[in-house]
């Protein structure tokens, strides 16, 4: 199948965004392109101010001694960090964004399944968000993202808020997650398989399992410790007799397979990447389709290795130490099959390709350092360090994040119908991963030598770390706000893009630039498997 | 998608419900009644082996797992053994404290 | 599977009754793991304090308890009824038996109000006093107690409100015989009320 652009496509200069005008028409859209830009505003808004949150607090941390900030108000700016990056940018991201948008595209649909629950989970999301944002009108909190009691529950400060935030902000992605499930059992196209889906939407299947299962659990606890709190249960309170271990149990139980959450959607994407700059068909589908799904049940398995300093039994430390060890492997299978794929590919180092590659760099030290985490004699020393900080940046960051970038470099061209400048992307790509490894390396050697996370101030023989930190900090930093405004011009000003800048293989390089609202004029072009690619690429 | 209703085609006789509602009605008979016989540890284990025979009617009938795709009967028991995995999880820590 | 298309929209009036279906069941996963979470808890202070467990469960009334499970019960009994009539196109007898099961409903919490009020008046209330110098494990009973019920009360009365919604729908004959599937998913959350019940019944009232 030649990848010219066909008269049906030439055709059409009604695109998604042009179909409706007005402030209006956006607000009270069901169509799933649409809310997959509304979130990918919204989302990048709180990931700027997470990002800023994180340039104060390492500002303070820049030298020893309490600068600027207090400890008080630095526990402050962690927790709402911490809060705002997961909760209102990791969690939703790629499936919010990059799910709705291309989801129904990839498997020949015209939206997704539930089209006005879509929109009511973006609502979700902004309503958590300004949830969070009047939370910090009223002070903020300091307890920790984790909002462990019985310190949550004794405090004076205002907690309700914020958990009443990240309850609505769990509503949302239970409804993305419901959406994502049902449509990919009912709208597929009746030609396309289970086992012909690409490999992003066996990705989005799994997380949108986890996001059902695992998201009431936190739901659930944080109302039981506002029914505590203030209506004077007894569940988790020692001076009631309940255990503070609890609550970490079921909190857990959660935010582990919350990270999963996030990397399952970017490896699912990072699937379609790199054959299409390999051009190459991708190595051991099915493996990595059966490992998305194995990812998300053993990443269920896990969570008490966050608990292992807490005063669960010996029994539960190793238990819990031994089935994390596992969950690495159906992640290291993938990282195995994507070099296998590259391997005599034709690698073109295009800018979405770039950010992939670092990706595999990051991801891969998060993820050995996340054995030493698990590994009991180990974590005694580094649990609750900046070693375990570094580790989940590398994971979270330099994983998903990353990834993040690598989709809207990639997808940038089909959702707003321009390019941008490959060459400045690619530079911002090679900054970024100076400034990246510069902030979070030291953290790592910091936190062997003993520094404690959570920290405003620390002994002068930590100081060479965090000045590195802080100096990367910038340079990180300023790369992904450079690239933002850059992508963002460039939806205006930037040149036209063609249908299928990269030769990519699956359904969505099929459809106009933009799409049109209802994705398909006629029927998708399913003559090609997602991983077979053609001659010649349109430049 | 007019006339044709959704896979569990048939029509469920009425005398179906009433049976397994009367059934309900003995086993909640039993489960009272067995409350009054001292069974120390064993008497929580059997209130939830009653209370989940009591559940598989209302799943299997009322709620027409019996008749419809096998794919609902797979989703229920994947998403009970997730369950199972977390009580049983957690219980490595709680069952064996000091 | 047919589609209507609207042209500049993008909003696409399809019905698909399946989807709805899976819709339905997986919001009720989301239920079961709300609910599981707090036989959690249960289940681990249940092992921890075993005795003041049982000694709480005294407290309770078993006959009312036993009264609300019947009721729930043959609720159910008549959801269940209320979908094969309208599937069998017996409209009335769906109102019917509809106005039944709310009927039931209202019964439970009436019963509900009366077991709280009598706990209230012995001092069994969250944060009482009296509840205060209790055993630890009669404590985190009760804070379950009525954490759980609670909860269970609450969803027996948005599911009231959407049997009272459905029943407004039958009656216009939005839904009706060729297009049963919102009354059949309001049967399965209304099933799901009555299966919590049936797990938190012996599990407070009978354990002793």
């Known amino acids: 199948m030649s990848t010219a652009v066909s008269a049906a496509q030439a055709a059409p200069t009604t695109n998604y965004i042009n179909a409706k005008s007005g402030v209006w028409s956006w607000l009270s859209t069901t169509d799933h392109k649409r809310i997959g830009m509304l979130y990918l505003y919204s989302t990048l808004v709180f990931f700027v101010f997470a990002a800023l949150l994180a340039f104060l607090f390492r500002l303070e941390l820049f030298a020893p001694g309490v600068q600027y900030f207090g400890a008080d108000i630095y526990n402050r700016l962690i927790t709402l960090h911490g809060i705002s990056m997961i909760f209102l940018f990791i969690i939703p991201g790629i499936p919010a964004v990059f799910g709705n948008f291309f989801l129904p595209i990839l498997i020949g649909a015209e939206d997704v399944s539930f089209p006005r629950l879509n929109l009511l989970s973006w609502y979700c999301f902004i309503v ?66 289970w086992f012909k889906m690409p490999l992003f939407i066996w990705a989005l299947y799994s997380t949108g399992w986890v996001q059902l299962l695992a998201t009431p659990v936190i739901g659930i606890t944080l109302v039981m410790v506002m029914l505590e709190k203030f209506v004077g249960v007894a569940i ?9 271990i609890l609550y970490e149990h079921l909190f857990w139980i959660y935010s582990h397979p919350a990270v999963y959450i996030m990397i399952l959607p970017a490896m699912g994407i990072v699937s379609e990447i790199i054959p299409t700059f390999s051009r190459k068909t991708i190595f051991g589908y099915k493996f990595i389709a059966y490992s998305s799904i194995a990812i998300a049940a053993i990443g269920s398995l896990v969570w008490a290795h966050h608990m292992f300093t807490s005063g669960m039994a010996d029994m539960a430390r190793v238990i819990f130490s031994f089935l994390t060890f596992f969950v690495a492997i159906p992640s290291a299978v993938k990282v195995f099959n994507w070099l296998a794929t590259m391997y005599r590919g034709s690698v073109k180092l295009e800018p979405p390709m770039v950010w992939t590659l670092m990706f595999i760099v990051l991801f891969t ?68 991963f100076i400034g990246f490894n510069l902030t979070y390396f030291p953290l790592f050697m910091a936190g062997i030598a003993g520094m404690p996370r959570r920290y405003a101030d620390y002994l002068p023989r930590y100081e060479i770390y965090h000045k590195l930190s802080t100096i990367g900090s910038w340079i990180m ?38 799409p049109v609202t209802l994705n398909f004029t006629g029927e998708p072009d399913l003559s090609r498997w997602a991983y077979e690619y053609p001659e010649e690429v349109e430049e | 998608m007019g006339m044709l209703k959704d896979k569990d085609h048939h029509i469920v006789p009425y005398s179906v419900y009433i049976n397994v509602w009367l059934a309900l009605l003995v086993l909640t008979v039993i489960t009272v009644a067995v409350s009054y016989v001292d069974m120390r540890h064993v008497a929580v284990l059997t209130a939830v082996f009653i209370a989940t025979g009591k559940s598989m009617l209302v799943l299997l009938y009322f709620m027409h797992i019996r008749f419809g795709k096998p794919m609902y009967m797979v989703m229920i028991l994947v998403v009970l053994a997730a369950y199972a995995v977390f009580i049983g999880l957690t219980f490595f820590d709680y069952g064996f404290r000091a | 599977m047919s589609q209507v298309s609207s042209a500049a929209g993008g909003h696409h009036e399809h019905h698909d009754p399946e989807a709805n279906k899976i819709g339905m069941w997986l919001f009720l ?30 407290e309770l009334d078993k006959l009312m308890g036993a009264t609300n499970t019947v009721i729930l019960l043959t609720s159910s009994l008549t959801m269940a009824l209320s979908i094969g009539a309208l599937e069998r196109g017996k409209k009335a007898l769906s109102l019917i038996m509809l106005s039944g099961t709310l009927l039931f409903s209202f019964a439970f919490l009436c019963v509900k109000a009366v077991e709280w009020t009598h706990k209230y008046h012995h001092g069994i209330w969250p944060d009482a006093e009296h509840l205060g110098v209790l055993p630890y494990g009669q404590q985190l009973f009760f804070g379950l107690y009525f954490t759980m019920t609670g909860l269970h009360a609450a969803h027996v009365i948005i599911g009231a409100v959407v049997i009272l919604f459905a029943m407004g729908l039958v009656a216009r004959g939005k839904v009706h015989q060729g297009r049963v599937d919102f009354l059949e998913n309001t049967g399965l959350y209304w099933h799901l009320v009555d299966l919590v019940w049936i797990f938190l019944f012996p599990l407070f009232y009978l354990i002793h």
């Open chain 1, 365 to 432: 030290i998060g993820g050995l350092t996340g054995l030493y985490n698990g590994m009991l004699s180990i974590d005694i020393h580094i649990h609750d360090t900046s070693f375990v900080v570094a580790h989940f940046h590398y994971t979270m960051f330099g994983g998903t994040v990353v990834i993040f970038y690598a989709a809207l470099l990639y997808w940038w061209p089909k959702m707003t119908g321009r390019m941008y400048n490959r060459k400045l992307a690619t530079t911002l790509g090679g900054t970024f």
């Open chain 1, 236 to 244: 988790f309170d020692p001076a009631r007799g309940g255990d503070p």
């Open chain 1, 128 to 193: 958590g968000a300004l949830l969070a944002l009047v939370s910090v009108i009223l002070g903020g909190v300091d307890t920790g993202w984790t909002f462990y009691v019985p310190y949550s529950l004794r405090t004076e400060q205002n907690i309700f808020v914020p958990m009443l935030a990240a309850f609505v902000l769990g509503w949302s992605s239970i409804l993305t997650g419901l959406n994502f499930v049902t449509t990919v059992h009912r709208l597929r196209d009746r030609r396309m398989e």
């Open chain 1, 477 to 514: 930093i300023a790369s992904l706000l450079i690239l933002l405004l850059h992508l963002f011009w460039s939806a205006k000003k930037g040149r036209k893009a063609v249908d299928n800048p990269w030769g990519g293989a699956t359904l969505e390089w099929t459809t106009a630039t933009p």
């Open chain 3, 29 to 58: 996963f989301t239920e079961v793991l709300l609910f599981g979470t707090l036989f959690i808890a249960y289940a681990v202070y249940l092992n921890w304090h075993r005795w003041d467990f049982m000694a709480g469960s005294h």
